[in-house]
T-cell receptor, first 115, second 112 residues
Framework: GAGVSQSPSNKVTEKGKDVELRCDPISGHTALYWYRQSLGQGLEFLIYFQGNSAPDKSGLPSDRFSAERTGGSVSTLTIQRTQQEDSAVYLCASSLAPQIVNEQYFGPGTRLTVT | EDKVVQSPLSLVVHEGDTVTLNCSYE??????LLWYKQEKKAPTFLFML????IEKKSGRLSSILDKKELFSILNITATQTGDSAIYLC????????????FGKGTKLSVKP
């Protein structure tokens, strides 16, 4: 059980379609974070899970974005009716606990391209 | 609004040069500042700084935090081509534990 894994690694979709991005955190990590990195931008926080609950959804850019986490493990980020501005690399990170920020391990990301 | 600003946005140097990357921040309830190296997609952790004036060092890389002036620097001495990457600065602040606010990064290119 290596690091954080994400799938797919690349996704090309047509504008208006829905997409689901998956994150498998490191086993035992209770905290899980989703970030987005648009071209030329820093990482932008989207949502954070502690266990299965999401105490902070403040970064979700619109109501087309939603995320869930089941069993305290796998998380999916869903983007409905995708727009071209949704094109970005979506990164997931996990840590043992929210307080341990310097052990927030990142996955390889999913590159989403909306055409 | 919390923000983290990095400079320069990009930098080209030759092997052997020393570089200094800057990160300034304006946040509420500062907790810590972190530096990451991003070569492909996944950032890898370099340093975490919480106290002013205490240098963290790892090989040719070092970093220091000034909480009074609200900035940090990352130094790389005797640069190598393998140091080419985007260096990200992030600050943990406010009420959301673990929520990191990232700067846009500095893209460092080290030429042979």
């Amino acid at each position: 059980g290596a690091g954080v894994s994400q799938s797919p690694s690349n996704k090309v979709t047509e504008k208006g379609k829905d997409v689901e991005l998956r994150c498998d955190p490191i086993s035992g990590h209770t905290a899980l974070y989703w970030y987005r990195q648009s071209l030329g931008q820093g990482l932008e926080f989207l949502i954070y899970f502690q266990g299965n609950s999401a105490p902070d959804k403040s970064g979700l850019p619109s109501d087309r974005f939603s995320a869930e986490r089941t069993g305290g493990s796998v998380s999916t980020l869903t983007i409905q009716r995708t727009q071209q501005e949704d094109s970005a690399v979506y990164l997931c990170a996990s840590s043992l606990a929210p307080q341990i920020v310097n052990e927030q391990y990142f996955g390889p990301g999913t590159r989403l391209t909306v055409t | 609004e919390d923000k983290v600003v990095q400079s320069p946005l990009s930098l080209v140097v030759h092997e052997g040069d020393t570089v200094t990357l800057n990160c300034s921040y304006e946040v509420t309830n500062f907790r810590s500042l972190l530096w990451y190296k991003q070569e492909k997609k996944a950032p890898t952790f370099l340093f975490m700084l919480t106290s002013s004036g205490i240098e963290k060092k790892s090989g040719r890389l070092s970093s220091i935090l000034d909480k009074k002036e609200l900035f940090s620097i990352l130094n790389i001495t005797a640069t190598q081509t393998g140091d080419s990457a985007i260096y990200l600065c992030a600050v943990e602040a406010g009420g959301s534990q673990g929520n990191l606010i990232f700067g846009k990064g500095t893209k460092l290119s080290v030429k042979p």
